[in-house]
């Protein structure tokens, strides 16, 4: 299949950074020229795993030598503390002009609620406020029950 016509390419690191990998894909121009980004997910597994356990994880810096200056890098995880962070700066050899987007996942308007029934489930006393929220989600073990206890909401 031609390279131009290639949406998504997903790899993992052992499979982007093998020596059959680099001569298949990388090393084609038309595949680096069609390239529009290079996206790494689940980032801080660079820093975690990249030692003994999938130390190929760890060479995947290799890649920002290979393709133009122009295709950015795209690193995303939800869990970096800076001491990973900086460590995956050095193994994808991101310089100090990279940009970062920090943002928190602290999410005040969800919240977690777990509470001892005080009421029959028939009369669906301990949720009956929830009909008045704009959104909320009861979980409960799969049942028939679970889903006449769901119905509250319509």
Known sequence: ????QWIILVQMGEIVTSADFRTAVLSKDQFSSALRAV?????????LWGGSFRPDYAGLGVLRGRFPKNVPFVVASATLP???LNDVRHK????????MVQLTNARPNVALSVQKMKHSEETKGDIRFLSHQ?????????????RKISSVRG
Do not use: N
């Open 1 to 4: 299949m031609p390279y131009d």
């Open 39 to 47: 996206c790494v997910d689940e980032a801080h597994c660079i820093s």
């Open 82 to 84: 800076h001491h990973v």
């Open 92 to 99: 994808l050899q991101l310089g100090s002009d990279t940009k």
């Open 134 to 146: 704009a959104s909320s989600a009861v979980r409960r073990r799969p049942s028939e029950k679970t």
